[in-house]
C-alpha cells in the first residue's frame, strides 16, 4: 500500500511570495489533515478534511492560508503572502475516517521563507 | 497550561537501560493518549495508544495512564541507539474528538 505522498519535498522562497503544497492521501482514506511544525514544536493542526469537506480550520491563518480538496482525494495548501514565521515543515496525513486512531504522515514539505 | 506538556530535553539514556519519557495534560483533552516518535528529519509515525487507567505494553514499549494524577508516560526497556529519536505525546482534544493535539516532544538519546 502506497503511502502519503507531498511534493515538493524543500522549497524556499522569499517574503511576500506564494507558495502550494500537494498531497495525494492513502488511496480509499476519507479524512486528510495539514499540519505546520515549527522546528522545536509538535505539529499543529491548520486544517482537517473529511471527503472534499472542511471539517475545522480553526488553527488556519485564513488571511494567507487556503485549501482545498476539491474532489475528496488529493489536496493543496496555498500560502499568499508568505511571512518569515511561516518557515517549517508542512506535514500532510490520512486516516481512514474521522476517528480512526492512526493518522499517516507524509514525509513533508520543509519550507523556508527569507 | 497547554493542553499537553512535554520536558524538551534532551534526555539521555545509557544503552540497555530504561528510557522514562512523560507528559502532563489540561482538561481540554479528552482520556485518549497517543505516543509518536519522529526521527530527526521525518515525519511522526504512532508507536502506542492509551486509554484506560494503567499500564499497557507492546514489546520494549510500556505506556502508562494515571488520569487523577493527568500524567501519560512512556518507558522503553533495554534501550536501543535507534531508539534516539523526539517523542511526541498527543491527545485527541477534548470539543472536537477528530482533532489531535500534540505536546512538543521530548528529544532522547541513547548512548552506546
Known amino acids: 500500500e502506497a503511502g502519503v505522498a507531498q511534493s515538493p519535498r524543500y522549497k524556499i522562497i522569499e517574503k511576500r511570495q506564494s507558495v502550494a503544497f500537494w498531497c495525494n492521501p492513502i488511496?480509499?482514506?476519507?479524512?486528510l489533515y495539514w499540519y505546520q511544525q515549527i522546528l522545536g514544536q509538535g505539529p499543529k493542526l491548520l486544517i482537517q478534511?473529511?471527503?472534499?469537506?472542511?471539517?475545522?480550520d480553526s488553527q488556519l491563518p485564513k488571511d494567507r492560508f487556503s485549501a482545498e480538496r476539491l474532489k475528496g482525494v488529493d489536496s493543496t495548501l496555498k500560502i499568499q503572502p508568505a511571512k518569515l514565521e511561516d518557515s517549517a515543515v508542512y506535514l500532510c496525513?490520512?486516516?481512514?475516517?474521522?476517528?480512526?486512531?492512526?493518522?499517516?504522515f507524509g514525509p513533508g514539505t520543509r519550507l523556508l521563507v527569507l | 497550561q497547554k493542553e499537553v506538556e512535554q520536558n524538551s530535553g534532551p534526555l539521555s539514556v545509557p544503552e540497555g537501560a530504561i528510557a522514562s519519557l512523560n507528559c502532563t495534560y489540561s482538561?481540554?483533552?479528552?482520556?485518549?493518549f497517543f505516543w509518536y516518535r519522529q526521527y530527526s528529519g521525518k515525519s511522526p509515525e504512532l508507536i502506542m495508544s492509551?486509554?484506560?487507567?494503567g499500564d499497557k505494553e507492546d514489546g520494549r514499549f510500556t505506556a502508562q495512564l494515571n488520569k487523577a494524577s493527568q500524567y501519560v508516560s512512556l518507558l522503553i526497556r533495554d534501550s536501543q541507539p535507534s531508539d534516539s529519536a523526539t517523542y511526541l505525546c498527543?491527545?485527541?482534544?477534548?470539543?472536537?474528538?477528530?482533532?489531535?493535539?500534540f505536546g512538543s516532544g521530548t528529544r532522547l538519546s541513547i548512548r552506546p
Open positions: 496525513a490520512s486516516s481512514r475516517d474521522r476517528v480512526q486512531e492512526t493518522q499517516y
Open positions: 488511496s480509499g482514506h476519507a479524512t
Open positions: 478534511f473529511q471527503n472534499n469537506g472542511v471539517v475545522d
Open positions: 482538561d481540554r483533552v479528552s482520556q485518549s
Open positions: 492509551i486509554y484506560s487507567n
Open positions: 498527543a491527545s485527541r482534544d477534548y470539543s472536537s474528538a477528530s482533532k489531535i493535539i
